[in-house]
Structure formats: C-alpha cells, structure tokens
C-alpha cells in the first residue's frame, strides 16, 4: 500500500471520491480533442498550407503541453477527468508523458491498445501500462 490508500496493482477504487475513468467517457473526451484539433489545425493549414504537416505538430504539441502541465486534454476536463501516475496517484513526470505518447503508437495499431481499457479492471490502454499511469475521474 501506498501513500492516500493507492496501490499500484489494485483492482479496486484508488482512493475515496475517484473513480477510474472509463473507456466511454476517455472516448468521448478524445473525439472533442480530436474535433477541435480538426478546426484549428484547419484554420492553420489555411494560412499555412500542409494539412498534413499542420496536424501532426499541432496534435503532438497539444497533447505533450496538455499531459505534461495540466495533467489532462480539454477534452477530458469536463468530465473531471485526469492522467495520474498509477503507483501513487501522483502527477505524472515527463517521463510518463513521453512513455505514455510513445506508448500510442502500439496501443493504436488497430486501436486495439486503446480498447483494452474497456476490459482492463483498472481501465488502462497499453499506452498507460507502458507509462504506468492511469485515468481517473473525480466523483
């Protein structure tokens, strides 16, 4: 057991009033990322060309500032969502956000990484296994 009753292997809620964010409300925050960063990567790549080129430095940026600063999209603050280190509950560190963005380009070979958060009792994507983080979700 860890620090404010976490356990890194437990099955069960990691601390009172938070929840483990599942697979459907992570979905639904990641198609509002993924709609916004459409409109404003479409704006740019008006002014600047490359749609393409736009949207992959845009999408990385995004997600790299959103995880390493603020701990979650906005895609997932509606919901009271958060990416926190899974030992502990603590913010993640940079090297959780790299290893959690590195950890995607598996997780999203046929998207089946991200799926498994449905069934996993902690509901982690292989990108959280990979980081050791975890979504959790404010009650």
Do not use: Q
């Amino acid at each position: 057991m860890t620090r404010g009753g976490w356990n890194e292997h437990s099955t069960g809620s990691p601390a009172p009033g938070v929840v483990y964010g599942g697979f459907w409300v992570r979905l639904v925050a990641a198609v509002i990322d993924a709609l916004m960063l459409l409109l404003i990567g479409g704006i740019a790549s008006s002014i600047i060309g490359s749609l393409t080129n736009v949207m992959a430095i845009l999408g990385l940026a995004y997600v790299l500032v959103c995880w390493g600063v603020v701990g979650h999209t906005l895609g997932m603050a509606p919901f009271g969502l958060r990416i926190v280190r899974g030992k502990d509950g603590s913010r993640m560190n940079w090297l959780n956000v790299l290893l959690r963005l590195v950890g995607c380009i598996p997780a999203g070979i046929l998207a089946i990484g991200f799926f498994w958060a449905a069934f996993e009792p902690r509901k982690r994507g292989w990108h959280d296994m990979i980081a050791g983080t975890v979504v959790i979700r404010n009650a």
